[in-house]
């Protein structure tokens, strides 16, 4: 029952726009009689997923952030297996009480350190990843942009945005293509910009 709703919900606001844009197209038809208005559709979401652009962005994340990770949570792991020895050796009584309370106000201390570490991790994570995709996204719709000028194409429509296409409205691939040259195009010119190896 949810699905239909939403079904309908979609549909509706398809046909609002649908509603919205013949106005537009007719009059951009009267205006331009001897060039046809031309429409296209782009996948945003296969761009966001699949550009080099977008590879890069995810490999300099991992690159920046996993090997942290990797050292808090061995940090932890480290934590646990104290605290488990600890515990071993309260159950046997081989430690004194003083001894005890010591190392289970050391234990604490850390532990608080490394939720702290751990929060701040997750944050600057977080941050760091939207503003990715920020940047991302911009450069979707800049390239999305000089492909529809390039081409030109009066409207672009994003994947959310109809509902039946045909594939040869479908511009999808030539904006991949050119994030890719972009791509290259901005690796050749860091490339060329760094400063020669002594050797």
Same mark, same amino acid.
Do not use: W
């Given at each position: 029952? =949810?699905?239909?709703?939403?079904?309908?919900? #979609?549909?509706?606001?398809?046909?609002?726009?649908?509603?919205?844009?013949?106005?537009?197209?007719?009059?951009?038809? +009267? =205006?331009?009689?001897?060039?046809?208005?031309?429409?296209?559709?782009?996948d945003v979401s296969v761009l966001l997923e699949n550009s080099p652009q977008s590879k890069a962005a995810n490999e300099k994340?991992?690159?920046?952030?996993?090997?942290?990770?990797?050292?808090?949570?061995?940090?932890?792991?480290?934590?646990?297996?104290?605290?488990?020895?600890?515990?071993?050796?309260?159950?046997?009584?081989?430690?004194?009480?003083?001894?005890?309370?010591?190392?289970?106000?050391?234990?604490?201390? #850390?532990?608080?350190?490394?939720?702290?570490?751990?929060?701040?991790?997750?944050?600057?994570? #977080?941050?760091?990843?939207?503003?990715?995709?920020? =940047?991302?996204?911009?450069?979707?719709?800049?390239?999305?942009?000089?492909?529809?000028? #390039?081409?030109?194409? +009066?409207?672009?429509?994003?994947?959310? +945005?109809?509902?039946?296409?045909?594939?040869?409205?479908?511009?999808? =691939?030539?904006?991949?293509?050119?994030?890719?040259?972009?791509?290259?195009?901005?690796?050749?010119?860091?490339?060329?910009?760094?400063?020669?190896?002594?050797?």
């Open positions: 029952m =949810n699905g239909f709703s939403t079904f309908i919900q #979609r549909t509706a606001s398809h046909c609002l726009l649908a509603v919205l844009l013949l106005p537009a197209l007719a009059i951009a038809e +009267d =205006n331009a009689s001897t060039s046809p208005f031309r429409i296209a559709i782009v994340l991992k690159s920046t952030y996993v090997p942290r990770e990797e050292s808090l949570n061995k940090e932890q792991q480290a934590i646990q297996q104290l605290e488990e020895a600890l515990a071993v050796r309260i159950e046997a009584g081989t430690v004194s009480e003083a001894d005890k309370l010591e190392q289970q106000r050391e234990l604490r201390d #850390r532990k608080r350190k490394n939720v702290r570490a751990l929060e701040d991790f997750r944050e600057e994570v #977080r941050t760091a990843r939207d503003t990715a995709v920020d =940047n991302l996204q911009s450069q979707i719709v800049l390239a999305i942009g000089e492909v529809r000028e #390039r081409e030109q194409i +009066d409207v672009v429509l994003r994947e959310s +945005d109809y509902i039946v296409a045909s594939n040869r409205v479908d511009m999808t =691939n030539k904006v991949m293509q050119h994030l890719e040259q972009k791509f290259q195009a901005d690796k050749a010119a860091a490339t060329s910009a760094e400063p020669p190896r002594k050797e």
